[in-house]
């Protein structure tokens, strides 16, 4: 009987915990921003800002929660029913899949500037101290010397722009000769010493099992990465020629009507636009096109030409088909 | 009295090789990971597990875990009792049938609930039209870890209550006791120490599963985020010891688990003595 | 065989003289609907959805069919390695009293306590060529990270309480007259072990080990992290379904985890049907 009163006040007392602990102000609207996976610093950082602003601009307090996973994942979710009210991703794919189910507009690159992304990025490389191996550009990495790690081109959007510069780098080396291109990137993938189901994986075996010479990411990444694990044990390059990496925003416009938040999800795409905005993402070492921001931190983003995808293999429908659904090229590239 | 292996040497040897084994295969990982925790100091520590996502989502772990254990205790109860009583025909598929957690891995887990409830599922369409949110809300959490979780305690009872056979309880039923009071009596003192182990590993995996959770969870953070999932949000984003501080969390209540058995079955044997 | 054990069952209908057996399969049968076939109809559904063909150039494709040798044989090896080292660690539990005894006792389900993705995490980081154990067995020639021996030690180390858990509470109830018939007739420790501990509790161990085994083909967070995930050498069957789901391939996700799911009922069924005669022949055919 004693247990069985003390195992009652111990619900009781967990239920009003999680009760407690629920959003205090039920009044506030609240923004779900669904987002890729590393992003939880960058939006922990914007989120209070934006509420600021947008309490400046329409006199209303307002709250945004924030849902973080793998980009798929996390499209897959709303797919199925999660209530987000805009999406921030790293993959256009994953955007258009919600684009292709009603979710999202037609039109969404179009409804905000830059193709609806706020802020891109590049693939870039971290290398170790002193560079001892000489890496400079992309045929150094097929080089018999060189090992590699950067994630599954299967299960990671970051590892599709790697394996797509590459592949683009190839092409305008050999001229577009095929089986040369494709020899090229037999090496490349045959240099990668381990496969990790996302970057964060691939990050910590370059880093903290010290396996590789080389480690393919984000310029993004491999700054916060050095920023994180020592400035002086590593070494940042970013190759003469390169990969855009775009990071696509969107309003969810079902859930955004349903949860009667459309001007605020919209309000929020916009905030990331404004010069406020972009300062906040370049600092955190993304590119960003804001002009005056774009100046102030000129120093730290490294001139390079930036390959489209368009221009490497058409389209991103293209290149799920051409290279990674199975049985396609990265398949035949990989096969012993 | 005396038993098998008794003999000092041989005793010695066997808890040498076990206690040098476990502290090579499962201590030093717990070692490493309270290492990994504490690195940056108790402040560091301290500092993330006092903050409100951390504790919302220690909240939430403990939540679903305590609805989790009862729900599971009564479905091997009952289920044990079926197969190792009776005879009736397919029994052994029922028996296997309540293995299929184990066979299915756990993000198809989640992954077959939230092809059946989530909104283009079979049922989800009607939830979504009525407004009933169970994925991406804590039910939905609830209903994949029970999915998880609830071979444990039937697979903790079948091998031991077969083993034990039905003569008692028979001998009870022909001396005219009332089927409540056989259970309670005669069965309950039997089974308790693998009751008991079924909780534990219930408990156990309950707090810990991440496969099936993160599928179904949505990943709100304060409001969808297990324990599990926020760790590996941190380490995402580098938060080496944010993430294994939770990580320890976890640690800690397997611990706790099995202090609370230690402590029932130091009660138990000073009732034996008494009675 | 399967006509003996109905005719067995429906001939046995009348001796039913424990009461609970309507209560009984009402919780059951309800439970058993609705948690677990309910939702497998979704995986049914999705597997619906291809034709026989699709279906088995899905599980056929060359890659997949090098996971499943990858994963049924460090799988195997796991289970075996957990058999023994399951035993011994419940043996020593019940049977003697030493300093620490309560600790390792708590840090038999440490394994299902820590979610997979930290197991994972930890095991590399410990087995690695720069970690605490990888720097000792390295010289020695043996590397355990990104080969299969770290996808096995994955696997071993998320499915050891299994085998304890499953062993422990027989253990603790075999009555001392056992060990001392066993003994009076002169018996010594190995053989009394062999001849009368070791048949009681091959039903316990079977099935601890069957489920360890089962365990482990379905594990993914705590391998992915050491397994080095190279094409055909160490990637594991979980892997090629986390891929498909990625690519929001459903019905190949279904396809290959079906695979998995006949392979583990099919063996559980074995062990179950098994179990059952050996519990009779114990009993002197009384089940």
């Given at each position: 009987?004693?247990?069985?009163?003390?195992?009652?006040?111990?619900?009781?007392?967990?239920?009003?915990?999680?009760?407690?602990?629920?959003?205090?102000?039920?009044?506030?609207?609240?923004?779900?921003?669904?987002?890729?996976?590393?992003?939880?610093?960058?939006?922990?950082?914007?989120?209070?800002?934006?509420?600021?602003?947008?309490?400046?601009?329409?006199?209303?307090?307002?709250?945004?929660?924030?849902?973080?996973?793998?980009?798929?994942?996390?499209?897959?979710?709303?797919?199925?029913?999660?209530?987000?009210?805009?999406?921030?991703?790293?993959?256009?794919?994953?955007?258009?899949?919600?684009?292709?189910?009603?979710?999202?507009?037609?039109?969404?690159?179009?409804?905000?500037?830059?193709?609806?992304?706020?802020?891109?990025?590049?693939?870039?490389?971290?290398?170790?101290?002193?560079?001892?191996?000489?890496?400079?550009?992309?045929?150094?990495?097929?080089?018999?010397?060189?090992?590699?790690?950067?994630?599954?081109?299967?299960?990671?959007?970051?590892?599709?722009?790697?394996?797509?510069?590459?592949?683009?780098?190839?092409?305008?080396?050999?001229?577009?000769?095929?089986?040369?291109?494709?020899?090229?990137?037999?090496?490349?993938?045959?240099?990668?010493?381990?496969?990790?189901?996302?970057?964060?994986?691939?990050?910590?075996?370059?880093?903290?099992?010290?396996?590789?010479?080389?480690?393919?990411?984000?310029?993004?990444?491999?700054?916060?990465?050095?920023?994180?694990?020592?400035?002086?044990?590593?070494?940042?390059?970013?190759?003469?020629?390169?990969?855009?990496?775009?990071?696509?925003?969107?309003?969810?416009?079902?859930?955004?009507?349903?949860?009667?938040?459309?001007?605020?999800?919209?309000?929020?795409?916009?905030?990331?636009?404004?010069?406020?905005?972009?300062?906040?993402?370049?600092?955190?070492?993304?590119?960003?096109?804001?002009?005056?921001?774009?100046?102030?931190?000129?120093?730290?983003?490294?001139?390079?030409?930036?390959?489209?995808?368009?221009?490497?293999?058409?389209?991103?429908?293209?290149?799920?088909?051409?290279?990674?659904?199975?049985?396609?090229?990265?398949?035949?590239?990989?096969?012993? | 009295?005396?038993r098998i292996g008794?003999?000092?040497?041989?005793?010695?040897?066997?808890?040498?090789?076990?206690?040098?084994?476990?502290?090579?295969?499962?201590?030093?990982?717990?070692?490493?990971?309270?290492?990994?925790?504490?690195?940056?100091?108790?402040?560091?520590?301290?500092?993330?597990?006092?903050?409100?996502?951390?504790?919302?989502?220690?909240?939430?772990?403990?939540?679903?875990?305590?609805?989790?254990?009862?729900?599971?205790?009564?479905?091997?109860?009952?289920?044990?009792?079926?197969?190792?009583?009776?005879?009736?025909?397919?029994?052994?598929?029922?028996?296997?049938?309540?293995?299929?957690?184990?066979?299915?891995?756990?993000?198809?887990?989640?992954?077959?609930?939230?092809?059946?409830?989530?909104?283009?599922?079979?049922?989800?369409?009607?939830?979504?039209?009525?407004?009933?949110?169970?994925?991406?809300?804590?039910?939905?959490?609830?209903?994949?870890?029970?999915?998880?979780?609830?071979?444990?305690?039937?697979?903790?009872?079948?091998?031991?209550?077969?083993?034990?056979?039905?003569?008692?309880?028979?001998?009870?039923?022909?001396?005219?006791?009332?089927?409540?009071?056989?259970?309670?009596?005669?069965?309950?003192?039997?089974?308790?120490?693998?009751?008991?182990?079924?909780?534990?590993?219930?408990?156990?995996?309950?707090?810990?599963?991440?496969?099936?959770?993160?599928?179904?969870?949505?990943?709100?953070?304060?409001?969808?985020?297990?324990?599990?999932?926020?760790?590996?949000?941190?380490?995402?984003?580098?938060?080496?010891?944010?993430?294994?501080?939770?990580?320890?969390?976890?640690?800690?209540?397997?611990?706790?688990?099995?202090?609370?058995?230690?402590?029932?079955?130091?009660?138990?044997?000073?009732?034996?003595?008494?009675? | 065989?399967?006509?003996?054990?109905?005719?067995?069952?429906?001939?046995?209908?009348?001796?039913?003289?424990?009461?609970?057996?309507?209560?009984?399969?009402?919780?059951?049968?309800?439970?058993?609907?609705?948690?677990?076939?309910?939702?497998?109809?979704?995986?049914?559904?999705?597997?619906?959805?291809?034709?026989?063909?699709?279906?088995?150039?899905?599980?056929?494709?060359?890659?997949?069919?090098?996971?499943?040798?990858?994963?049924?044989?460090?799988?195997?090896?796991?289970?075996?390695?957990?058999?023994?080292?399951?035993l011994?660690?419940a043996w020593?539990?019940v049977r003697?009293?030493?300093?620490?005894?309560?600790?390792?006792?708590?840090?038999?389900?440490?394994?299902?306590?820590?979610?997979?993705?930290?197991?994972?995490?930890?095991?590399?980081?410990?087995?690695?060529?720069?970690?605490?154990?990888?720097?000792?067995?390295?010289?020695?020639?043996?590397?355990?990270?990104?080969?299969?021996?770290?996808?096995?030690?994955?696997?071993?180390?998320?499915?050891?309480?299994?085998?304890?858990?499953?062993v422990?509470?027989v253990l603790?109830?075999m009555?001392?007259?056992v060990d001392?018939?066993a003994?009076?007739?002169?018996a010594?420790d190995g053989t009394a072990f062999r001849r009368v501990i070791l048949p009681h509790l091959w039903?316990?161990l079977?099935?601890?080990?069957?489920?360890?085994?089962?365990?482990?083909?379905?594990?993914?967070?705590?391998?992915?992290?050491?397994?080095?995930?190279?094409?055909?050498?160490?990637?594991?069957?979980?892997?090629?379904?986390?891929?498909?789901?990625?690519?929001?391939?459903?019905?190949?996700?279904?396809?290959?985890?079906?695979?998995?799911?006949?392979?583990?009922?099919?063996?559980?069924?074995?062990?179950?049907?098994?179990?059952?005669?050996?519990?009779?022949?114990?009993?002197?055919?009384?089940?």
């Open positions: 009987m004693y247990a069985l009163k003390r195992f009652h006040r111990a619900v009781v007392a967990i239920v009003l915990g999680a009760s407690l602990t629920a959003p205090a102000m039920a009044s506030d609207r609240e923004l779900l921003n669904s987002s890729y996976d590393i992003a939880r610093e960058l939006f922990s950082a914007i989120n209070p800002e934006f509420q600021e602003w947008w309490q400046a601009e329409h006199g209303e307090s307002i709250a945004v929660q924030q849902s973080h996973g793998g980009s798929s994942a996390q499209a897959r979710s709303i797919l199925q029913g999660l209530r987000a009210d805009v999406v921030t991703y790293n993959q256009v794919t994953d955007v258009q899949v919600l684009a292709d189910a009603g979710l999202v507009d037609e039109d969404w690159q179009e409804q905000f500037d830059n193709n609806a992304s706020p802020y891109y990025s590049t693939t870039a490389f971290l290398v170790r101290e002193g560079n001892p191996k000489g890496i400079e550009n992309w045929d150094d990495l097929a080089r018999d010397d060189v090992s590699l790690v950067f994630p599954n081109p299967k299960t990671s959007g970051n590892a599709r722009y790697t394996y797509l510069a590459a592949w683009g780098f190839a092409e305008e080396a050999f001229d577009g000769d095929e089986e040369q291109v494709h020899d090229f990137m037999r090496t490349f993938l045959r240099n990668v010493a381990v496969f990790d189901t996302g970057g964060r994986g691939a990050t910590t075996s370059f880093i903290e099992r010290g396996i590789g010479d080389v480690l393919i990411s984000f310029e993004s990444e491999v700054n916060n990465i050095r920023g994180e694990y020592g400035e002086d044990d590593y070494e940042v390059i970013v190759p003469p020629i390169s990969i855009l990496a775009e990071f696509p925003v969107a309003v969810v416009q079902t859930n955004a009507e349903r949860n009667g938040n459309d001007d605020l999800a919209r309000g929020y795409l916009d905030y990331l636009y404004t010069e406020e905005g972009q300062r906040l993402l370049a600092g955190f070492n993304y590119r960003v096109h804001h002009e005056a921001v774009v100046e102030e931190f000129a120093d730290q983003f490294p001139e390079t030409e930036l390959m489209r995808v368009e221009d490497i293999v058409g389209s991103w429908e293209e290149a799920m088909d051409a290279h990674f659904s199975g049985g396609a090229l990265l398949d035949q590239l990989q096969r012993r | 009295m005396q008794d003999a000092p040497a041989v005793r010695r040897l066997l808890v040498f090789l076990a206690v040098a084994l476990s502290a090579l295969f499962l201590l030093l990982p717990l070692v490493a990971i309270f290492a990994q925790a504490f690195a940056q100091g108790i402040g560091v520590f301290w500092a993330n597990v006092n903050n409100h996502y951390t504790l919302a989502a220690i909240s939430l772990t403990l939540f679903v875990t305590v609805l989790t254990i009862p729900m599971c205790l009564v479905f091997g109860v009952a289920l044990a009792w079926l197969v190792t009583r009776f005879s009736f025909p397919g029994r052994r598929i029922l028996q296997t049938l309540i293995d299929i957690p184990f066979a299915v891995s756990p993000v198809v887990a989640g992954l077959i609930y939230l092809l059946l409830y989530g909104r283009n599922g079979w049922l989800g369409g009607w939830l979504d039209t009525h407004d009933i949110q169970l994925m991406f809300a804590w039910p939905g959490i609830l209903m994949v870890t029970i999915f998880v979780t609830c071979p444990f305690v039937a697979r903790e009872l079948i091998p031991l209550m077969q083993a034990q056979g039905s003569r008692e309880e028979e001998a009870a039923v022909t001396l005219g006791a009332p089927g409540w009071t056989i259970f309670r009596r005669v069965t309950l003192p039997n089974i308790r120490w693998a009751l008991l182990y079924g909780v534990i590993l219930t408990n156990a995996r309950a707090v810990g599963e991440f496969g099936a959770v993160s599928v179904v969870s949505g990943a709100i953070r304060g409001q969808t985020n297990t324990l599990p999932l926020h760790l590996e949000q941190l380490y995402q984003d580098y938060n080496t010891v944010g993430a294994f501080a939770s990580a320890s969390l976890l640690a800690l209540i397997a611990l706790l688990t099995l202090a609370a058995k230690a402590s029932m079955e130091w009660r138990a044997a000073r009732r034996e003595v008494h009675a | 065989m399967s006509t003996r054990s109905l005719s067995i069952g429906i001939g046995s209908t009348p001796k039913r003289v424990l009461p609970g057996f309507g209560l009984s399969l009402g919780i059951s049968l309800t439970f058993v609907s609705l948690v677990l076939l309910l939702p497998l109809t979704g995986l049914v559904g999705q597997l619906a959805d291809l034709s026989l063909a699709q279906y088995w150039a899905i599980i056929s494709d060359g890659r997949v069919v090098a996971s499943y040798i990858v994963t049924i044989g460090a799988a195997a090896v796991a289970a075996i390695v957990n058999a023994a080292f399951g011994l660690l020593v539990l003697y009293e030493f300093p620490g005894k309560r600790l390792l006792d708590a840090l038999m389900d440490l394994p299902f306590a820590l979610p997979t993705a930290v197991a994972g995490i930890t095991l590399a980081t410990l087995y690695s060529s720069n970690g605490w154990m990888g720097r000792l067995l390295e010289p020695l020639g043996l590397q355990v990270a990104y080969t299969w021996v770290g996808i096995a030690l994955a696997m071993a180390f998320t499915s050891i309480p299994f085998v304890v858990r499953t422990q509470p603790e109830d009555p001392v007259e001392e018939a003994l009076t007739l002169g010594s039903p316990a079977v099935t601890g080990t069957g489920l360890a085994f089962v365990r482990s083909l379905g594990e993914f967070g705590a391998i992915i992290f050491i397994a080095g995930n190279m094409p055909y050498e160490t990637e594991i069957t979980s892997l090629m379904i986390f891929v498909r789901l990625q690519e929001y391939d459903y019905a190949g996700a279904s396809a290959i985890a079906s695979v998995i799911l006949f392979v583990s009922l099919a063996l559980l069924l074995a062990i179950n049907i098994w179990q059952g005669r050996f519990i009779k022949r114990l009993h002197g055919g009384r089940g």
